[in-house]
């Protein structure tokens, strides 16, 4: 099993940074997916960023060149720098560690086997 605790949520001004942390305890899954998850205000669940086992990331089209995904096998964490932060970036942040599928590019299953969320971090972007 896996424990994962998302930390670094806050409210910042339109065009600061954040940066987001995902603690993992348990047994470290090192070939399995990583990425971040969030969901605006009457939203569904989006994906943000993935890394694989290989440390190839991939990014939502509305975050490239802003946010950066990242991670630390030997502290099983991983990270998101959030830079230029943007009012639509408000919502609820989560971190997910799940079997590498479609190259990583999916929101995994809540509940699924070996589908491991964190309970969230809030962000929120004023103008």
């Known amino acids: 099993q896996l424990q994962l605790v998302e930390s670094g949520g806050d409210s910042v001004q339109a065009g600061g940074s954040l940066t987001l942390s995902c603690a993992a305890s348990?047994?470290?899954?090192?070939?399995?997916?990583r990425g971040w998850f969030r969901q605006g205000p009457g939203k569904e669940v989006e994906g943000v960023a993935y890394?694989?086992?290989?440390?190839?990331?991939v990014y939502a089209d509305s975050v490239k060149g802003r946010f950066t995904i990242s991670k630390d096998t030997a502290k099983n964490t991983h990270s998101l720098q959030m830079d230029d932060l943007r009012p639509d970036d408000t919502g609820m942040y989560y971190c997910?560690?799940?079997?590498?599928?479609?190259?990583?590019?999916?929101?995994?299953?809540?509940?699924?086997?070996?589908?491991?969320w964190g309970r969230g971090t809030q962000v929120t972007v004023s103008s």
């Open positions: 997910a560690v799940y079997p590498a599928r479609f190259d990583c590019v999916m929101v995994p299953q809540r509940g699924g086997l070996h589908h491991f």
């Open positions: 348990g047994y470290p899954y090192e070939s399995y997916c």
């Open positions: 890394i694989d086992k290989e440390g190839k990331t």
